[in-house]
């Protein structure tokens, strides 16, 4: 039998993928890339913002030709738009066979086995007078085996007023430290150089009396790896002890996600973000300061309610104070339930794009400087999947190598479409 796996939404979320799909592969279930040669597909939703609800959602009605085709086939929808919505797309797509939520995630192969076990083994049968089209293919969802994900906590006990993250993922659950470090273990003896720790606000990891620097340190000491990231971290738990681990640690790579949403202090105080743009930026630079080699990312929002002309300047004044290499730009999306979407959604829609354009082209134009600087430089990469890979501090990299799993140095020789491109 033959699965398929569509993930929308952040590493999280492709790391669920991975869970979702494994009592499915327990099942006898293979990977396959195209959805046309599969018998089941586990679509991971996301709802971070509307636009990414929103292709969930035309993905699950496009998929109703695909069930009526071969009615026998299963359908799972997932993830944090299925935790919003979930009665309401069983109702309006009623050809989903399961709806499971991404709170339940832990009980998931439970509830998988509950609702669909008998259909599996009626599925079995079927299968075989349906044989791919082509073999299987290279996966979607399935992490490159040299770079994994370990996901170390899950929910958020935020209140950032526009986010919907703590209403679809729930309370912070932390994993204990020996099962974190024994996943890392046993991925890093199947082969994966790179280690990347995951938790929607990562860094505030505490177990066992250990605390997130603890873990970075101890991780990074693990025989075999070589390279240590994590994902996404929030600003105020960037302290000087977990600076202080990412210096003292030669596996952690120099990379820092640094969500900044805005510059204004006003906006940031509505936000709940719990830091102004001052001390944002003094984190960033005790960071430098420590760790001189490193690469800043950022996510900002614009159009936040009542967002003036001025707290946008703060926020251009901001990204260029904190330099980053690469930037992650939205336009505000009112989600239901959130504080924010209590406020009036009053930046006019054509104000949010020119904000979003002109905060593009800053950003845009720091990201084209830090590639510029690679260029006829040597850099360190880990190929992941033969001839594509990542630098320590978080370029992407093309060139035509075919050395997956190892970490080779690559004269880069141009860039373009923001990937540096080596020589050979
Ligand atoms: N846990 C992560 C981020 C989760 S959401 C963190 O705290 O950093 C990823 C990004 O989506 C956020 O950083 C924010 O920039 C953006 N985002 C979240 N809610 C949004 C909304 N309602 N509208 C627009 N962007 C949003
Ligand atoms: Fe959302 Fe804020 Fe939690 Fe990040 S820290 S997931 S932005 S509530």
Avoid at 307 to 332: C, G, Q
Avoid at 341 to 355: L, N, T
């Amino acid at each position: 039998m033959r699965l398929h796996v569509v993930t929308f939404g952040c590493q999280m979320s492709v790391a669920d993928g991975e869970e979702l799909a494994s009592p499915l592969k327990g099942r006898g279930f293979t990977a396959v890339a195209e959805p046309d040669a599969a018998d089941a597909i586990v679509l991971n939703t996301c709802t971070v913002r509307q636009h990414a609800e929103d292709k969930a959602l035309s993905l699950i009605g496009r998929l109703r030709a695909w069930k009526e085709e071969r009615p026998e086939r299963v359908l799972i929808v997932a993830g944090c738009a299925a935790e919003r919505l979930g009665p309401w797309i069983q109702e309006r797509f009623p050809y989903v066979d399961l709806v499971v939520g991404a709170k339940s995630i832990e009980d998931y192969p439970k509830v998988v086995e509950q609702a669909l076990g008998a259909r599996f083994d009626a599925l079995a049968e079927t299968a075989a007078a349906f044989p791919a089209a082509a073999a299987p293919d290279k996966p979607t969802g399935w992490q490159s085996p040299h770079s994994a994900f370990v996901t170390i906590m899950r929910g958020c006990n935020y209140s950032c007023s526009y986010c919907i993250v703590p209403a679809v993922r729930g309370r912070e659950l932390y994993r204990p430290y020996e099962t974190v470090m024994a996943e890392a273990r046993a991925k890093v003896a199947m082969g994966a150089k790179e280690i990347t720790l995951l938790g929607q606000t990562v860094n505030s990891w505490a177990a066992d009396g250990l605390k997130f620097p603890d873990l970075l340190r101890r991780a990074g000491a693990i025989e075999g790896l070589e390279r240590l990231r994590f994902e996404s971290p929030h600003p105020h738990f960037v302290t000087d002890e977990m600076i202080a681990a990412m210096a003292q640690t030669p596996a952690v790579c120099e990379q820092l996600h640094l969500p900044a949403q805005s510059g204004s202090d006003r906006l940031l105080k509505l936000m709940r973000r719990n830091y102004d743009s001052a001390s944002f930026l003094a984190k960033a630079q005790r960071l430098r300061a420590a760790i001189p080699r490193v690469e800043v990312t950022t996510d900002i929002i614009v159009g936040f309610p009542s967002e003036t002309d001025d707290d946008f300047e703060r926020t251009l004044d901001l990204v260029r104070a904190l330099r980053p290499s690469w930037s992650y730009t939205f336009k505000y999306s009112p989600r239901e339930g959130t504080e924010s979407a209590g406020m009036p959604d009053d930046v006019p829609s054509a104000v949010k794009e020119e904000r979003l354009a002109r905060l593009n082209e800053v950003c845009d134009a720091l990201t084209e400087e830090a590639l510029a600087k690679r260029v006829t430089t040597t850099v360190e990469v880990l190929d992941e999947t033969g001839g594509f890979g990542r630098t320590r501090d978080g370029f992407k990299v093309s060139w035509g190598g075919a050395t997956a799993g190892k970490i080779v140095p690559v004269r880069i020789a141009s860039t373009s479409k923001r990937i540096l491109r080596g020589d050979s």
